[in-house]
């Protein structure tokens, strides 16, 4: 009995290590030997690949050879914004403008504020024309006049009647040139435009003497032989 068991465990061992011998694979792994055989193609065919028979190198890529022609190509406009365009201004306009844009400054801001006190000055002659002519008189001065010539010459008129108009202030009798309260005006006949309760006016002979009064209610009339004449409280006198 004993030697039959050795026999056939010998059997056995023998034929385990003949098996091992053939590299037969385990049943439980049938990928071992295909998985080799395919970790080896990619070298081999690359090995296989024939070189280039030009022997011409391999081109730049396609997105750097599109970026270098785009930067190259004078062709294509360019992405800069354009200059603005200079202002362009009507001859009255130019001639407003011509002294009174400081180096640096917007012409087109400084020609807003003379449209804008123009502006204004029609609505009110819209509404009064006296009451214009009174604002002009308060406000004459070389610029007001410079504005109305060149910006809104439909105030002329208005201007006019200004300039030999007066307001509260000493005045000598002769030619018609207010200044600011002081000044001459000339002989003639005025009215006061919305005179206070308090306005008073006198008219002066050479030697001092009272020679003609008003308090605004009514016209006055300045003698071409007054002297002067001292104008409180009434604010403006428009020439009648």
């Keep these: ?25 385990s049943p439980g ?14 070298s081999a065919s690359a090995a296989e690949s024939p070189p ?12 750097k050879a599109t970026g270098t022609a785009a930067a ?13 365009p200079k202002p362009t201004f009507a001859p009255p306009e130019q001639k407003y403008l011509a002294s009174r844009v400081p180096q640096g400054a917007d ?27 009174s604002q002009l008189i308060e406000k004459l001065d070389t610029d007001v006049a410079d504005t109305v010539a060149n910006l809104c ?39 006061a435009w919305n005179p206070s309760a308090n306005c008073t006016l006198v008219v002066y002979n050479a030697a001092g003497g009272t020679i003609g009064e008003s308090n605004g209610a009514s016209a006055v009339i300045i003698p071409a032989g007054a002297a002067r004449v001292a104008s409180n409280g009434c604010y403006t006198w428009l020439a009648a």
């Design 29 to 42: 792994n049938p990928h071992a030997t295909s998985t080799s055989a395919n970790s080896s193609a990619p």
């Design 1 to 25: 009995m004993y030697n039959g068991l050795s026999k056939s465990l010998g059997t056995v061992l023998l034929a385990a290590a003949v098996f091992a011998a053939a590299g037969c694979t």
């Design 153 to 191: 010459p439909g105030l002329q008129p208005e201007l006019d009647a200004a300039r030999r108009g007066f307001t509260d202030g000493d005045f000598t009798i002769g030619a018609a040139a207010p200044k600011g309260g002081s000044g001459s005006i000339s002989a003639g006949k005025y009215e």
């Design 107 to 133: 012409p087109n801001a400084v020609l807003q504020v003379g449209q804008e006190r123009c502006a204004q000055l029609e609505t009110v002659k819209a509404t009064d024309k006296l009451a214009v002519v």
């Design 52 to 63: 280039d028979p030009t022997g011409a190198s391999s081109p730049a890529p396609a997105a």
């Design 72 to 84: 190259a190509d004078p062709s294509k406009p360019s992405s800069a914004a354009p200059a603005a």
